[in-house]
């Protein structure tokens, strides 16, 4: 019995890496100088950016500041880069 279990798992695992190295190019995926690119955008406009929070198809989702204020950034392929209202921090009890 444990020897069929563990061929199964032996067989689940195998099966798997295939499947998992199809995935690693994704629309959600982005490149370093895709990244370098939407940072020289938002800086461009004034802001500094923080962090990337999600890309798809080519669009960034950075969070980024701009004075005392928090924003989220929408840069484009062709480096436009749109801003929300500033993030309003949760306020703590």
């Not at 629309?27 to 100088?33: E, H, Q, S």
């Not at 950016?49 to 924003?71: E, M, S």
């Amino acid at each position: 019995m444990r020897k069929c279990v563990f061929a199964a798992i032996i067989m689940l695992v195998s099966v798997g890496e295939p499947v998992l190295a199809q995935t690693n190019s994704i629309v959600n995926d982005y490149t370093p100088a895709e990244e370098r690119a939407a940072d020289a955008a938002a800086r461009s406009k004034g802001y500094t950016p923080l962090a990337v929070t999600q890309a798809q198809a080519g669009i960034l989702f950075l969070t980024a500041r701009k004075g005392n204020d928090t924003y989220l950034l929408t840069v484009t392929p062709d480096h436009q880069v749109y801003a929300n209202q500033p993030i309003i921090p949760p306020v703590s009890h």
